[in-house]
């Protein structure tokens, strides 16, 4: 299969929690069209918190991980 198509049933949401100051944030960070993978290229210097939840339609688990 395709490295970026999910699993069946899953979804995927991801978002920028945090960026230094002045950086354009959540507009750096680059979803695919089934949004199972994703990209971002800091504007500045500094620590980003990005944050992945995949769902199945009964729970969702939400990893934050950070980028600096």
Known sequence: T??????AGLSFSWALRSAPAASLGAALLRRST???L???V????GVYEVALTVTDGCSAST???WVA
């Open 2 to 7: 395709d490295s970026d198509t999910p699993a």
């Open 63 to 65: 990893t934050p991980f």
């Open 42 to 45: 800091p504007d500045r210097a």
């Open 38 to 40: 994703a990209s971002f």
């Open 34 to 36: 089934s949004g199972a």
